[in-house]
């Protein structure tokens, strides 16, 4: 066999071997009816009023899910949140992640010409 075929089978039989790498979406009704408790901080559609708490509303579903993994794991360490995603599963936050995604996030403020 010439190098490039063999290297072509060696690709082919590498990728069936790890399997599908598909990462089951999050959903965005589930996560509106899952989101109810983050609305104290966050608001209902992620646009928080209040200044202390963030906006997530059009956030990345990626950056989402990642904060939420490293507040329940203690890499991110927040008392408050700590408490709220102890009994989330990897699907719950998949889930919240599609629907603050979802939301129309608050606009940048415009700069000022000078």
Do not use: W
Not at 13 to 32: E, F, N, R
Request: charged letters at 20%.
């Amino acid at each position: 066999m010439t190098p490039p075929r063999i290297l072509g089978i060696l690709i082919a039989t590498a990728m069936l071997s790890t399997g599908p790498c598909v990462h089951a979406a999050g959903d965005i009704a589930t996560g509106k009816t899952k989101s109810a408790v983050c609305a104290s901080c966050h608001g209902p559609d992620g646009n928080s009023p209040q200044p202390n708490f963030p906006i997530i509303a059009g956030q990345y579903q990626d950056y989402i899910v990642r904060a939420l993994k490293d507040y329940k794991s203690g890499e991110r360490e927040n008392a408050i949140m700590k408490g709220f995603v102890a009994n989330l599963s990897e699907q719950d936050m998949k889930d919240l992640a599609a629907y603050f995604y979802s939301q129309k996030g608050l606009a940048a403020p415009k700069t000022q010409n000078p």
